[in-house]
Every structure is written in C-alpha cells, then in structure tokens.
T-cell receptor
Framework: GAVVSQHPSWVICKSGTSVKIECRSL??????MFWYRQFPKQSLMLMAT?????????EQGVEKDKFLINHASLTLSTLTVTSAHPEDSSFYIC????????????FGEGSRLTVL | DAKTTQPTSMDCAEGRAANLPCNHS???????VYWYRQIHSQGPQYIIH???NNETNEMASLIITEDRKSSTLILPHATLRDTAVYYC?????????????FGTGTRLQVTL
C-alpha cells in the first residue's frame, strides 16, 4: 500500500525555538497534503491544506505565521512550528492524496512534539 | 460536510463481530461515508467507504441504510489488534483530495 512517512517521530524542544516536521510520500506523488494536530484523548483537528507549488490554505483559527507550511515538491511537505510554546505540544499528523478515485487519504505515523 | 454521531465507546469479545453504528441524518445525496481507524499513537488508517450500496473488503463490511441516514461498520471477527478509535466521516468527494473532518469517533475495545 501507499506509504507516507513523517520525521521526526518525536521531538522535544525548548520554548521559543522552531521545529520542522517533514511529511514524505514514499511511493507516490501527492499534489495535496493535509496537516492535522491532535491533543491527548481528542480527535484530529485539520490545520491546513498544503498544495504543491502554492501557498497553503489554513483552517479558521490556525495562525499561518506560527505554523509555516511548505510543499516544495510532489513528495514532501514540511510544517514548521515557529517560536514554540508548551501549548503547542501535540501530536502532528500529515496525510497525502494519492489521487485515487476513491478519495482515500494516506496518513503518516505522526510526530509528537513536546515543548519544555 | 454533514455531521456524524457515534457512540463514545464499545466493547467486543475477540472472535465475535463488532458492529459500529454511525448516524449521519443530514447527509446530502453526493456525500460519501468513510470509515477510518486510529490505533493508539499512530496515524489513521483507511478502512472502507461507500455512497449508497453496501460495501465489503478484506477488512470490513459497510452497511448503509436505504435512506442513507445511518450506517454500520462490521468487523466480522474482531481481534485484539482491532482495538482502536473508529471514525465515521461524511465527505464530499469532488474528484480531488477530500478534506476529512474527524469527529470524536468510537473507541472499540476488543477483549479476550
């Protein structure tokens, strides 16, 4: 099946620093990728839609200057959490559209960010 | 996208069928019903989807009522590895990437 990989799987950083999370589609090209965040015992919340070669579309309430998304190639999208604070600690998950007629999305394993 | 309602949690004995209900009474005619699951601390995994007809694949069966206002996901022989949160999602598939909105899902616990 299609594989989407995230890196790093987990990261711990100090408050005020920036952290970059990568999302790669390993065996297919993804024009569109989505970024979600998930707090403990809660559901996934869509943050933004990332389109290759264009600016990301952010969901209401998500700060675009804090969560920088870059989709520079058909196999890579990155999420950078800038000036991270403890409240940004969360599980960040990406998904990629393989372009199947079913509309099925393939998800990465997730990246757990802890901000001290 | 239409809203879905699912029970918060369910238990199922290993080897028995797990029947997970979902209510989507405001679904529109061109919206699909998708099921994903999320095993603890992992990304969601696609299970199955349907529009009007019942569907079956190697993982599960999806039964959609004739009025499309509700559906049931059936895991025919649940195993311990099926313990997860199951999400029922209604989404308009427009030929390009579907933006999925996750609800709270049903936490299925499979026990010995």
């Amino acid at each position: 099946g299609a594989v989407v990989s995230q890196h790093p799987s987990w990261v711990i950083c100090k408050s005020g620093t920036s952290v970059k999370i990568e999302c790669r589609s390993l065996d297919f090209q993804a024009t569109t990728m989505f970024w979600y965040r998930q707090f403990p015992k809660q559901s996934l919340m869509l943050m933004a839609t990332s389109n290759e070669g264009s600016k990301a579309t952010y969901e209401q309430g998500v700060e675009k200057d804090k969560f920088l998304i870059n989709h520079a190639s058909l196999t890579l999208s990155t999420l950078t959490v800038t000036s991270a604070h403890p409240e940004d600690s969360s599980f960040y998950i990406c998904s990629a559209d393989r372009g199947l007629t079913t509309g099925e999305l393939f998800f990465g394993e997730g990246s757990r960010l802890t901000v001290l | 996208d239409a809203k879905t309602t699912q029970p918060t949690s369910m238990d199922c004995a290993e080897g028995r069928a797990a029947n997970l209900p979902c209510n989507h009474s405001t679904i529109s005619g061109n919206e699909y019903v998708y099921w994903y699951r999320q095993i603890h601390s992992q990304g969601p995994q696609y299970i199955i989807h349907g529009l009007k007809n019942n569907e079956t694949n190697e993982m599960a069966s999806l039964i959609i009522t004739e009025d499309r206002k509700s559906s049931t996901l059936i895991l025919p022989h649940a195993t311990l590895r099926d313990t997860a949160v199951y999400y029922c999602i209604v989404s308009l598939f427009a030929g390009t990437a579907s933006k999925l909105t996750f609800g709270t899902g049903t936490r299925l616990q499979v026990t010995l």
